[in-house]
């Protein structure tokens, strides 16, 4: 379990996540994180989150965001808000870092979607842009199915897939949540 001031990084795409508050600290309402994109970070699946909402204010930098089919650059000072249910995608398509202070409400189980995905990059079960291995996506999309979603194939066919997946790839290993102490890195991000 994730606590406020750990950092977690991914090594397949240089993607940092430093936890500021916690679920915990704040009763499941909020979690809040400093982001670190890499430079010239690849575009990620869309996705939304069912119940929750995201804010983003960025630090340094600037990312380029699509939000509901429409893409667009957000720099350094402005903020972005993501209302629950709406697809999007986020990535760094500069040649410097973009950091930023995501607020994600409520908190759900995040962190620990947070933590088995770069869990999995540690371990190599990820593809280039960070996404898991299909076994590992079915256990985590069911299991995670609050927090998140892809915005495609339709949720019904996720959840029909995910469904006859994740007991497969249960019983071949893939986790739905890393193991305690995995990788606990305290300090600045």
């Known amino acids: 379990m994730v606590r406020a001031g750990d950092t977690l990084i991914n090594p397949v795409t240089g993607f940092r996540l430093h936890f500021r508050k916690t679920a ?7 979690l809040e994180l400093e982001a670190t994109y890499a430079p010239f970070s690849a575009r ?3 996705h939304y989150h069912p119940e929750q909402h995201e804010d983003f204010e960025i630090l340094a930098g600037g990312v380029r965001v699509c939000v509901a089919g429409t893409v667009r ?3 350094s000072g402005e903020t972005l808000r993501i209302a629950a249910g709406v697809r999007h995608a986020m990535w760094n398509p500069r040649g410097e870092e973009a950091r930023l ?16 995905l770069m869990y999995l990059a540690t ?12 076994l590992s996506l079915a256990v985590l999309g069911r299991h995670y199915r609050r927090e998140l979603a892809l915005a495609r194939p339709p949720r ?17 290993g893939a ?8 990788a606990r890195t305290p300090g600045p991000a």
């Open 24 to 30: 915990a600290e704040t009763g499941g309402e909020l």
């Open 73 to 75: 650059d957000v720099e």
């Open 44 to 46: 990620p699946p869309e």
């Open 175 to 182: 986790r739905r949540e890393a193991p305690a102490g995995w």
């Open 156 to 172: 019904a066919a996720q959840a029909l897939v995910f469904g006859a997946l994740a007991p497969l790839g249960q019983l071949l």
């Open 101 to 116: 202070v995501w607020q994600v409400r409520p908190a759900l189980r995040t962190e620990a979607l947070f933590e088995m």
């Open 123 to 134: 371990r190599g079960r990820v593809d280039r842009r960070g996404s898991p291995r299909l």
